[in-house]
């Protein structure tokens, strides 16, 4: 062995190490964030004492939580939790509180929900987010989408990857850029960029969704897009027709010239209503 190898050789186990550990303390904190959430959550739902905080109570909590020397957990970031466990009510599923439970180093009893105890050969007490799991049952995630699943995305993912998830509604399309991220590897940046794309609407638009997500991924393409995708109600609204591929540009003409169509019904409108008529 040269002295440059032994040099270059150190430096790969250090950089594979700190790789390993930032992946880690990333998803530790993903988990804590929505366990914050979902207590928020909780105790909005069935706090004994909620009414007397209402509206104030994050801002309450912030400033309280502030008071015990605890950082990080400002009235935003306390807003963008919640925000998290709305968007992810599945988690509150039994199987995925007892598999992430061991990542927060936390057990059970710790947790100190403040319900009825369940049987004690129980390992997670029956409805521990109640209000979680209604919400997943009146809009159930993808029967694909395990505990081993959302171990992988919250391994894969930073929590700036999350955030930006949470504000798509739609659950088939959030999964589809959650799939995309983990597969293209792509930045915080670059999904922003796709999602602003409109990507996703594309892909169900076009009859060649391989060529859109090549030309998307600049080669790298999802293994089976029809798995995860659904037909988007854009193609409806933007009254377009199933063709070989839709680009950016494409959409955008398509947006704009709706906005007109839009904006020139609303002046016809506002003329009938100020006159009785339309010259």
Not at 17 to 37: C, D, P, Q, S, Y
Not at 198 to 212: H, I, N, P
Request: proline share 3%; glycine share 2%.
């Amino acid at each position: 062995m040269k002295y440059e190898e032994l040099i270059n050789d150190i430096s790969n186990i250090n950089n594979s190490t700190l790789t390993t550990v930032e992946r880690a303390i990333n998803k530790t904190l993903t988990i804590r964030n929505w366990f914050i959430g979902a207590y928020i959550i909780e105790y909005e739902q069935n706090g004994v004492d909620r009414a007397a905080y209402g509206t104030q109570l994050i801002k309450n909590m912030a400033e309280d939580l502030k008071s015990r020397k605890i950082e990080g957990l400002s009235e935003r970031n306390l807003k963008n939790f919640r925000q998290f466990a709305l968007a992810y009510p599945a988690l509150a599923k039994d199987e995925n509180i007892s598999a992430f439970l061991p990542v927060l180093s936390i057990s059970l009893s710790m947790l100190k929900i403040r319900q009825p105890l369940a049987a004690e050969f129980e390992l997670v007490p029956q409805n521990l987010f109640p209000a979680l799991q209604n919400r997943e049952l009146q809009n159930p995630s993808l029967s694909w989408q395990d505990s081993n699943y959302y171990q992988r995305l919250f391994s894969t993912l930073s929590w700036t990857h999350i955030l930006e998830l949470t504000r798509i509604n739609n659950t088939t399309k959030r999964a589809f850029y959650e799939l995309e991220c983990i597969k293209s590897n792509w930045s915080k940046r670059e999904l922003k960029r796709q999602m602003n794309s409109m990507l996703y609407e594309r892909v169900g638009l076009s009859k060649d969704k391989q060529a859109v997500l090549a030309l998307a991924n600049e080669g790298q393409i999802i293994e089976s897009p029809k798995n995860i995708l659904r037909d988007p109600y854009v193609l409806e609204f933007l009254r377009l027709e199933e063709r070989v591929t839709y680009s950016e540009s494409d959409l955008e003409e398509a947006l704009i010239n709706h906005l007109q169509e839009f904006l020139q019904c609303f002046a016809i409108d506002e003329q009938t209503d100020m006159f009785g008529s339309v010259a």
